[in-house]
């Protein structure tokens, strides 16, 4: 949830900074790719959590967490 809800505010933040920015896409883009990439490593560490069925193995997928966490 926590992945789907960071999503829609950035992309929400994506659309005002293309309505403030004049219209202008590049900033836009790049927050909503990043944000993309955010989600899917979310989704990514969530499918991998269940697969585990330990949360003591889950350290295994530490670079994916990280990865979305800092994205």
Same mark, same amino acid.
């Given at each position: 949830?926590?992945g789907?809800?960071?999503?829609?505010?950035?992309?929400?933040?994506?659309? !005002?900074?293309?309505?403030?920015?004049?219209?202008?896409?590049?900033?836009?883009?790049?927050?909503? @790719?990043?944000?993309?990439? =955010? +989600?899917?490593?979310?989704?990514?560490?969530?499918? !991998?959590?269940?697969?585990?069925?330990?949360?003591?193995?889950?350290?295994?997928?530490?670079?994916? @967490?990280?990865?979305?966490l =800092? +994205?």
């Amino acid at each position: 949830m926590v992945g789907v809800m960071s999503f829609t505010c950035q992309a929400f933040y994506a659309y !005002r900074c293309y309505v403030v920015g004049k219209r202008k896409l590049v900033v836009p883009i790049i927050i909503l @790719v990043l944000s993309t990439v =955010s +989600l899917g490593f979310a989704i990514a560490s969530t499918a !991998r959590i269940f697969q585990l069925k330990e949360f003591s193995r889950f350290t295994t997928f530490t670079y994916g @967490v990280s990865t979305w966490l =800092s +994205l």
